[in-house]
Nanobody, 115 residues
């Protein structure tokens, strides 16, 4: 059974940092990614990383966020620096099964950035 469990969210002041983690289990994953959804807005892609460590970022987070993977622990991380109030959202981990290409989602973790 595939499980994605996010952790690391919380409340932080503008300019602060948080590190999100996604512990994945139950399969081998190709692309792992972070998405976010703010109240009243659609879910959007934040960052992604392939099995060969190729990364991609939304323009709004480039230079502030860094995605990484720990293959020994099947975990993806999102280091978020220079946080802004507009980064406030529920952050979701997404992982795609390497063989079946099936996407899976975590339950999300709340990130709140105060001004």
């Amino acid at each position: 059974q595939v499980q994605l469990v996010e952790s690391g969210g919380g409340l932080v002041q503008a300019g602060g940092s948080l590190r999100l983690s996604c512990a994945a289990s139950g399969s081998i994953f190709g692309i792992m990614a972070w998405y976010r959804q703010a109240p009243g807005k659609q879910r959007e892609s934040v960052a992604s990383i392939t099995k060969s460590d190729t990364t991609n970022y939304a323009d709004s987070v480039k230079g502030r966020f860094t995605i990484s993977r720990d293959y020994t622990k099947n975990t993806a991380h999102l280091q978020m620096n220079g946080l802004k109030p507009e980064d406030t959202a529920v952050y979701y981990c997404n992982a795609v099964d390497y063989f079946k290409q099936t996407p899976y989602w975590g339950r999300g973790t709340q990130v709140t950035v105060s001004a």
